[in-house]
């Protein structure tokens, strides 16, 4: 059996563009040879691969099936065949997705950006919502890096600790709790909203709290970081999340940063990847970039950056997987 390994090359454009002239343009070739590679993909596989829904194509269920596969095939084959190339940042044209918690894009994502756009101009960035807490796309390919709070324990994932945060008490101005001292006591006794991608109303503060026979008054749950300092903003509700990630937007917000009455471990900042791309020389320069973007957070504050009484704290990273479970 003869295969055109370009076919898989093809597929991979097509199911990612969703289109025919999207795949064209990203491989450099004609809307027609990009067709009649479609074509040949469909006689192959005995598949329509991509139908057309109105103005646009949508991939059918078997497309749907293969894609993660054909991506991962078509990565290890560029791994292979280039690893004795030199990286050309300015000729490069890739895809990547990079996965991380909401309050860390909110806080990285723009600088991520810039910088790997000045770097290379030919690289796309997914950045995508996180919804979980395992790692299943790292494995198939899905994603290229994500963010964690704890180290993997598969072994085919890598890991990189790039930061080390703490837990700081955030609330609108004029709230109750910035007058005067914060004990432990005031702090239970407060309303409190947690931040949740489940809805779960209890994390590792309230743990703590039991065991020191409090409990927090939790009202509710939020999805993310950006919706609780909203939140907090408008009402007496207590919001607790990490320091440095949610820094600029406390700032933003004018909200009151508080010291957290309780003593809690740092929490480790995380970026993952699968084992496949070690040797991937775009891969590392991704990652390299994206350490030192997030490692920017974790650096002592400036002059003009240093907090006030009642203003923004400094260091710290949230409970649970990457600031939010």
Not at 58 to 78: C, D, E, I, K, S
Request: glycine fraction near 8%; include cysteine.
């Amino acid at each position: 059996m003869q295969l055109d390994l370009n076919l898989l090359t093809a597929l991979d454009a097509l199911l990612e563009e969703g289109s025919v002239a999207g795949a064209a343009a990203r491989l450099h070739v004609t809307a027609p040879a990009m067709s009649r590679s479609l074509g040949r993909i469909r006689k192959a596989t005995g598949d329509q691969i991509l139908v057309r829904t109105g103005r646009s194509m949508v991939p059918t269920t078997r497309a749907l099936a293969m894609r993660a596969q054909v991506h991962a095939l078509v990565q290890q084959a560029h791994q292979l065949l280039s690893t004795q190339q030199e990286l050309d940042l300015a000729a490069l044209d890739r895809v990547f997705t990079v996965r991380w918690h909401d309050a860390l894009t909110t806080a990285c994502g723009t600088a991520l950006i810039t910088a790997v756009h000045r770097q290379a101009p030919g690289v796309r960035l997914r950045l995508p919502a996180e919804p979980g807490t395992d790692t299943p796309e790292l494995r198939r390919g899905e994603v290229d890096l994500e963010s964690s709070s704890s180290a993997p324990t598969l072994p085919d994932i890598r890991h990189r600790l790039v930061g080390r945060d703490r837990l700081v008490v955030s609330v609108r101005p004029g709230h109750p709790l910035t007058e005067g001292p914060l004990s432990l006591e005031r702090y239970a006794a407060a309303e409190h909203l947690t931040v949740s991608r489940r809805g779960r109303l209890r994390d590792q503060v309230d743990d703590a709290l039991t065991t020191r026979g409090l409990e927090r008054r939790v009202v509710a749950a939020g999805p993310t970081a950006a919706f609780a300092l909203q939140l907090a903003r408008g009402t007496d509700l207590v919001v607790t999340l990490p320091d440095a990630v949610t820094r600029a937007a406390r700032d933003q917000l004018g909200l009151v940063t508080l010291p957290l009455p309780l003593q809690l471990p740092d929490v480790p900042l995380y970026l993952l990847w699968h084992q496949r791309y070690d040797d991937d020389r775009a891969h590392t320069w991704l990652r390299e970039t994206a350490a030192e973007t997030v490692q920017a957070l974790f650096a002592p504050p400036t002059a003009s950056r240093q907090p006030s009484p009642t203003g923004p704290g400094s260091d710290g990273y949230a409970p649970g997987k990457a600031g939010g479970s």
